[in-house]
């Protein structure tokens, strides 16, 4: 039988690392990773850098040479990209060019290999919604000019490059709208609101809320993440598709799980709320469950206490 052959861009990356250990453990598959390291970390990988079916190329998929590339990929996952604000404000030219320059490169070895090809798209094409609940319809509430319209319009940008090569050449895209995911490996000094909130609280700092904390997000454990894209990738569908947990809660809700959780009663900082952050974000996720049976299957308290007991291992 002859090994299925999966390229991987980012995945050193907290969400990447899970999907290559994924194909390599759940699929006869050989999985080459692709990362820069700048965001990612060699860590993610510790588990399976001795695997003989893997392989990790130290590179930015900005200067990826599809030609030089193998041409017997069988799939084409592009994952790179900061994706916390903090980490797209540090490198925002970077953002822009991994998911715009970076994208086309990916589809060109996709085309090249007639390989199928899926990217990792965010809920924050959404913007600022006007919407209570974000179906796949919705076309946003962006500010194209804004402090996060790197990532913002990188992403849209990154989204309308692949339909063009959908449309043009029928190469088999897929996209996937991830919201707020979470988990073991998200770095200490991500930014997210999870890793701060949990490390703030191991290590009895206030945790810091931005705003008046009323504002929702969903979070998706990383596990049920993985799982959605690879579902997705053998599905004949290629316009964008939701992927997130639909329950909802608000910032000073997820501090409060947190502070049960850690059993620390750390208090609450309030700050000025930041430019352009959301105020809601719950996803539609019936397509995603029609097309593909995916739903969530880990709760938030069950989530955090696994990603609660990696940050214990970090803190000490």
């Given amino acids: 039988m002859k090994k299925k052959k999966v390229f991987i861009s980012g995945g050193a990356g907290f969400i990447g690392s899970f999907l290559c250990e994924y194909y390599l453990n759940k699929e006869y598959c050989e999985v080459w990773c692709a990362d820069n390291l700048i965001t990612g970390n060699r860590e993610n990988l510790a588990g399976i850098f001795d695997n003989a079916d893997f392989k990790f190329i130290e590179e930015d998929v900005i200067n990826l040479d599809a030609g030089r590339m193998p041409s017997d990929f069988d799939f084409v996952f592009h994952l790179a990209s900061p994706a916390s604000p903090p980490d797209y404000f540090r490198y925002p030219l970077e953002t822009l060019r991994v998911n715009s320059l970076g994208t086309e490169n990916c589809l060109k070895l996709a085309l090249k290999c007639k390989a199928g090809f899926l990217y990792t798209s965010t809920s924050e094409v959404y913007g600022d ?99 959605g894209i690879a579902l997705l990738s053998g599905k004949d569908y290629h316009l964008p598709v939701n992927l997130g947990n639909p329950g909802e809660f608000t910032v000073i809700e997820l501090a409060g799980l947190i502070q049960e959780i850690t059993g620390k009663k750390t208090p609450l900082e309030f700050m000025p709320p930041l430019e352009d952050d959301p105020r809601r974000r719950k996803p539609d996720i019936s397509l995603a469950n029609g097309l593909l049976g995916w739903k969530p299957a880990v709760d938030l308290k069950e989530g955090l206490e696994k990603t609660i007991g990696y940050f214990m291992e970090k803190v000490r």
């Fill in 129 to 227: 919604p006007l919407v209570p609940v974000q179906k796949e319809e919705y076309w946003g509430n962006v500010n194209s000019t804004g402090v996060r319209s790197v990532y913002d319009e990188g992403k849209r940008y990154g989204e309308a490059v692949i339909m063009a090569y959908y449309r043009k050449y029928g190469l088999n895209t897929h996209i996937v709208r991830i919201f707020n995911t979470y988990g073991p490996r998200m770095r200490i000094n991500d930014g997210r609101v999870v890793p701060n909130f949990i490390y703030q609280a191991l290590t009895g700092r206030p945790m810091t809320v931005y705003g008046d904390g009323k504002q929702t997000r969903s979070f998706c454990y990383v596990d049920d993440l993985v799982k």
